[in-house]
Nanobody, 126 residues
């Protein structure tokens, strides 16, 4: 059974950092593009970052440029989202998603992703 499990969320003060993990089970991530998405209360789910199967990354959201980075460790079957300089506007449930996609570019949006995790809550507050 293909499964994605996010972890690493929590409560952090403004300006702080968190690293989210997205661990896959039931399949290997080698040939998959992985995207991170987030959904704040009352808002649509939006894309944050994506990483291709070859390790190239693409920003879906301008608001995280220079603050968030995405990386993957295929040996651990895990993708990470490093979030720095967090602001209250980053508060949301964060989801990872996967698509078997051996391209040098990322899928164009959330509708293309086939598998989703259950999400992890990130709250930025003093």
């Amino acid at each position: 059974q293909l499964q994605l499990v996010e972890s690493g969320g929590g409560l952090v003060q403004p300006g702080g950092s968190l690293r989210l993990s997205c661990a896959a089970s039931g399949f290997t991530l080698d040939y998959y593009a992985i995207g991170w998405f987030r959904q704040a209360p009352g808002k649509d789910r939006e894309g944050v970052l994506c990483i291709t199967s070859s390790g190239d990354s693409t920003n879906y959201a301008d608001s995280v440029k220079g603050r968030f980075t995405i990386s993957r460790d295929n040996a651990k079957n895990t993708v990470y989202l490093q979030m720095n300089s967090l602001t209250p506007e980053d508060t949301a449930v964060y989801y990872c998603a996967a698509l078997k996609f051996r391209r040098s570019y990322c899928p164009s949006g959330r509708g293309e992703y086939a598998y989703w995790g259950q999400g992890t809550q990130v709250t930025v507050s003093s």
